[in-house]
């Protein structure tokens, strides 16, 4: 196990199902107003994204509607 401050993940939304959804990656537990990814429903988007590990190991991910599949590698990483 690696101690992780930080993660370095590329996320791409695919198949959306509302248009002008946007998906947010953040520290868990609490959950901040910007969005990592903006997302129509007519083609993939990827972003690459730059979290902080929350308190217990983890990283959340939030849609805000509809429904989307989320692709995310972990490619990188910051230690403490």
Not at 15 to 21: D, E, L, M, N, V
């Amino acid at each position: 196990i690696i101690n992780v401050a930080t993660l370095c993940t590329p996320g791409t939304a695919v198949g959306a199902t509302s248009p002008g959804t946007f998906v947010t990656v953040y520290p868990d537990p609490t959950r901040p107003t910007a969005s990592n990814l903006n997302v129509n429903n007519s083609a993939p988007i990827p972003n690459l994204v730059v979290v902080p590990v929350g308190p217990g190991g983890f990283v959340d991910l939030y849609n805000n509607k509809g429904t989307v599949n989320l692709i995310a590698d972990v490619s990188g990483y910051f230690a403490p």
